[in-house]
């Protein structure tokens, strides 16, 4: 329960702003610039955090760690509820993305403490994978019930009676783990890689913005490949870095780490394109859009559970490659009911994607924890947490980016139009003042850019199919993978 209370405030929070930013964007008069990095500012810092987070909860205790951020989670939640102007909520969502990179790393590390039977532990890791992507999924459905009668605000407020809960079941039940005095936290590793990623998310807005600001690419690519370039190079100086990059080595800690990245990759690509997509071309309300991807959930909910369950039976790579694979598929179905507007098939699509990621989330963990050692369970957990991050992080950068690429490379508005109307979709919905050939020409452009976005999102997830499929290839049926797992 403490746990879980937790990690569904980590990822709803990830996720419930999708469903919010038209109006969001709206009433904060937020540019399109500042609402890529309202959105990105909170999987950003907490990328960039994780890893120094896990050792330092090995230093202090996971608990502690546990407690200290719920707290600032909860102050973080009021300051972004009364944010007012774009500005203050983009720090406000960093100061959620510092609480939230305390608590996440703790979760795991505390159902490794709780559990010391491997299958208990993996059934236990099972439902935890099964939270985070119940999370994810009906953080739009929760954001769009709460816009059907408060102010945006309210998907930031709602997490305060969640804090105060988590920290009475944290007193009452959470279990203890003594502190290791001897293991140093490491700040610098942590900004040098946060120096990295914010010089890539920049690479990546401006690379999809028409025209280009060439000379601030430059300047952002140098920043990223100094950044990550300064973090690889004090990690292997350090005599207990953040990442031990010697633990990649075995396989099926890699090829959780990836499917972790696929998974999130896709939850959060398909919610940001297809929420936007429906309330600004269908006229859906935010309830109605963030019901639509719930879809998603519903399919990973049963999946999750089945996962772990079969896992000792069927091995790591039948069910994580395959489940990419499953949720490939539904993918592709997204695709063809997108090029055909059929909205039932794309329910459909949704379910059979989710029924995928439900596997992949629920095993990518169980092949992560159960395959690093006790005294690395703190590293092991913040490099998970990295990979979901960075699937999320990627996904809105990505993503976001094609989408407004190609919708600028598309559109073709009437003569006379304002140029603003060409950059995005909410632009030329604002310009348009009730001329039809401005919102067909924008509603146009901007189906073929969802389209464009979803054909995308399935070959990468095919692709993360395969890769990990080759990496697994030793993990095969279940007797087999455990002996392989302890040799190795």
Known sequence: MTVGAGLLLITLDNSILYTALPTLTADLGASGSSTLWIINAYPLVMAGLLLGAGTLGDRIGHRRMFVVGLWIFGAASLAAAFSPNPAFLIGARALLAVGAAAMMPATLALIRLAFDDPRERNIAIAIWGSLSIAGAALGPILGGALLERFWWGSVFLINVPVVAIALVATAIIAPHNHPDPSKKWDLVSSLYAMVGLVGTVLVIKELAHIPQNWVLIAGALASAVIGFVLFVRRQGRLEEPLIEFSIFR???????????????????????????????????????????????????????????????????????????????LGLALAVLASANGSLPLLVVSFIVTGFGLGGTFAVASAAIMGNAPPRKAGMAASIEEVSYEMGSLSAVALLGSLLTFVYATVVRLPDGTPAAAGESIADALGIADGDLDVIAAATSAYDTAYLVTMIVLAVMLASGAALTNRLLRAYGRGSEAMEYAENH
């Open 250 to 328: 075995n396989r099926a800690f890699a090829g959780g780490s990836l499917a972790a990245f696929f998974a999130m990759f896709t939850i959060a690509g398909a919610q940001l394109a297809t929420t936007q997509r429906f309330q600004l071309v269908e006229g859906f309300t935010p309830m109605q859009a963030g019901l639509l991807v719930a879809a998603i959930a519903l399919g990973a909910l049963p999946s999750g559970v089945l996962g772990a369950a079969i896992l000792h039976i069927v091995g790591l790579r039948i069910i994580i490659s395959g489940s990419l694979a499953i949720a490939a």
